[in-house]
């Protein structure tokens, strides 16, 4: 079974200045993908980013960078120059990779809710 | 870029009524789901779908859920008899097109969700 924890309940930051949000996993699996998701206050699941675990750099979309440390299990979230608009829940997710036709479904954290102040 | 459809987006039901939640899912996709999450809390795994069978469910989908593929477009989450509980936000989601299971995030796409209020 996968496990994701993300410890940050709220966080703060100042536009225009970097974040990073925390997310550590648990799996026995040895292929796995980690997903980091944005939902605003309108509900909807925006993908932002997406690193496999035999990948051999970190992942990066944009401002959005992955900060992977396997041997850690974490999959930190960073977020440079913060804007008004990413104010938002920010949930890591997980999902592993054990055999054909099983186990697609996303596992993910409670969310860390992400204010952006002016 | 493709997108995965749902409706309604907000559904008021009385408890013990039936309820039917709609998705489109992208049109080569292979695999399809459902997730609920009740407000202010995580994103549940319900069920997963593939070749037109449940390939995984959660404890959560009991039997009073079923989903359906009624036409190769639509897939169908349906509640029989709806609970207080219930209440909470559904997403539809699908993944892995034909022939690209190894794209970057394996195309895995939500809906904008269907908000259901029990009453």
């Known amino acids: 079974a996968q496990k994701i924890t993300q410890t940050q309940p709220g966080m703060f930051v100042q536009e225009k200045e970097a974040v990073t949000l925390d997310c550590t996993y648990d799996t026995s699996d040895p292929s796995y993908g980690l997903f980091w998701y944005k939902q605003p206050s309108s509900g909807e699941m925006i993908f932002l980013i997406y690193q496999g675990s035999y990948d051999q750099q970190n992942a990066t979309e944009g401002r959005y960078s992955l900060n992977f440390q396997k041997a850690r299990k974490s999959a930190n979230l960073v977020i440079s120059a913060s804007q008004l608009g990413d104010s938002a829940m920010y949930f890591c997710?997980?999902?592993?990779?054990?055999?054909?036709?099983?186990?697609?479904?996303?596992?993910f954290g409670s969310g860390t809710q992400l204010t952006v102040l002016p | 870029e493709p997108e995965v459809t749902q409706t309604p987006s907000h559904q008021v039901t009385q408890m013990g009524q039936e309820v039917i939640l709609r998705c489109v899912p992208i049109?080569?996709?292979?695999?399809f789901y459902w997730y609920r999450q009740i407000l202010g809390q995580k994103v549940e795994f319900l069920v997963s779908f593939y070749n037109n069978e449940i390939s995984e469910k959660s404890e959560i989908f009991d039997d009073q859920f079923s989903v359906e593929r009624p036409d190769g477009s639509n897939f169908t989450l349906k509640i029989r008899s709806t609970k207080l509980e219930d209440s909470a936000m559904y997403f539809c989601?699908?993944?892995?097109?034909?022939?690209?299971?190894?794209?970057?995030?394996?195309?895995?796409?939500f809906g904008s969700g269907t908000r259901l209020t029990v009453v």
């Open positions: 989601a699908s993944s892995e097109a034909r022939g690209q299971s190894d794209s970057r995030n394996y195309g895995y796409t």
């Open positions: 049109s080569n996709h292979l695999y």
């Open positions: 997710a997980m999902r592993a990779y054990i055999s054909s036709g099983s186990a697609r479904q996303l596992t």
